[in-house]
């Protein structure tokens, strides 16, 4: 099966600069998508197609590619951004066509 | 705004079916434009595709559920379904229903999807 991979947590303070990666042999050739999960709440989408952001979500949030890695960085970090972030993408097979990463966690100190 | 809704119930016994309903307002599961989908996130770990139906009934699963898994749809009452057969204590999660919108693929990769909007979830436990 194929596998998205990213860090299991990532820590910065207020006002700081948070970058979470996600890792994957297919994303050179396929978007990624990044989601948002506060604890206890659904899953809510803050980047789709690598870059581009949907109405609603802060410019804050901001998505890169290079390669075979993508990223979500999140500008200025507030303690509201503390949550768990899933990238998700698919493979280059059509076998999987839904994948998600692991999960980072972001905590803000 | 489009807005989803899990119904279900809470608890399941081994071996049996677990079946779950989402009732989708502000769009409609006739639209041709988005897959109706379901994912589940078991206690304390990450997010897992199980599949999706489109309007004109065709489905695709995960292949590590396609055995066990049906999706289906009833226009008539904007609803679309799961069920999941011979559940055990691994099937414990949170299930989330969710619309996703088809990419078009880039060079050299294939069309694929992703998520806009999702419904609460409902957490379901298997147990005896």
């Known amino acids: 099966s194929y596998e998205l991979t990213q860090s299991p947590s990532v820590s910065v303070s207020p006002g700081q600069t948070a970058r979470i990666t996600c890792s994957g042999n297919?994303?050179?050739?396929?978007?990624a998508y990044w989601y948002q999960q506060r604890p206890g709440q659904a899953p809510v989408l803050v980047i789709f197609?690598?870059?581009e952001r949907p109405s609603g979500i802060p410019e804050r949030f901001s998505g890169s590619s290079s390669g075979t890695t993508v990223t979500l960085t999140i500008s200025r970090v507030q303690a509201e951004d503390e949550a768990d972030y899933y990238c998700?993408?698919?493979?280059?097979?059509?076998?999987?066509?839904?994948?998600f990463g692991g999960g980072t966690k972001l905590t803000v100190l | 705004q489009v807005q989803l809704q899990e119904s279900g119930p809470g608890l399941v016994k081994p071996s049996e079916t677990l079946s779950l309903t989402c009732t989708v307002s502000?769009?409609?599961?006739?639209?041709?434009?988005?897959?109706w989908s379901w994912i589940r996130q078991a206690p304390g770990k990450g997010l897992e595709w199980i599949g999706y139906?489109?309007?004109?009934?065709?489905?695709k699963y995960s292949p590590s559920l396609k055995s066990r898994v049906t999706i289906s749809a009833d226009t008539s009452k904007n609803q679309f379904s799961l069920k999941l057969s011979s559940v055990t204590a691994a099937d414990t999660a949170v299930y989330y229903c969710?619309?996703?919108?088809?990419?078009?693929?880039?060079?050299?990769?294939?069309?694929?999807?992703?998520?806009?909007?999702w419904g609460r979830g409902t957490l379901v436990t298997v147990s005896s």
């Open positions: 139906i489109y309007y004109s009934g065709s489905t």
């Open positions: 969710a619309r996703a919108k088809l990419t078009p693929p880039l060079v050299g990769g294939l069309a694929h999807y992703y998520f806009d909007y």
């Open positions: 502000g769009g409609s599961v006739s639209s041709g434009s988005y897959y």
């Open positions: 297919a994303l050179p050739t396929h978007y």
């Open positions: 998700q993408s698919a493979d280059s097979s059509g076998t999987y066509p839904v994948v």
């Open positions: 197609k690598d870059t």
